[in-house]
Nanobody, 126 residues
Framework: QVQLVESGGRLVQAGGSLRLSCAASGRTFSSYAMGWFRQAPGKDREFVAA????????LYADSVKGRFTVSRNNAKNTVYLQMNSLKPEDTAVYYCAADTDLLVVPGTTPDSYDYWGQGTQVSVST
């Protein structure tokens, strides 16, 4: 069983920055691919970014490429999402997710992931 707890979401002005954190339980965190997804009201959950469990492969949605950076600290069992140049359309609940399947390339769809956090709200004002 893996438990994920996100933090760092808040209200920020457009153009600002936030860093989200996701703390994971479990002794084998280093072997999990980790993903970030978001869901805005009335919309489906969408992929934001992911990082592999080895060799540091990172993937990004086109909408965030160049603005967001995903990273991980295996010693702290934590994955991060650094978000810069935030836009109002980035407003959503952000979720982290863990994939325990040991795939080399992390998935970009929700059904690729086995465990989810409760989400943290990010609101970007104009």
């Amino acid at each position: 069983q893996v438990q994920l707890v996100e933090s760092g979401g808040r209200l920020v002005q457009a153009g600002g920055s936030l860093r989200l954190s996701c703390a994971a339980s479990g002794r084998t965190f280093s072997s999990y691919a980790m993903g970030w997804f978001r869901q805005a009201p009335g919309k489906d959950r969408e992929f934001v970014a992911a990082i592999s469990w080895k060799v540091g492969i990172t993937l990004y949605a086109d909408s965030v490429k160049g603005r967001f950076t995903v990273s991980r600290n295996n010693a702290k069992n934590t994955v991060y999402l650094q978000m810069n140049s935030l836009k109002p359309e980035d407003t959503a609940v952000y979720y982290c997710a863990a994939d325990t399947d040991l795939l080399v390339v992390p998935g970009t769809t929700p059904d690729s992931y086995d465990y989810w956090g409760q989400g943290t709200q990010v609101s970007v004002s104009t």
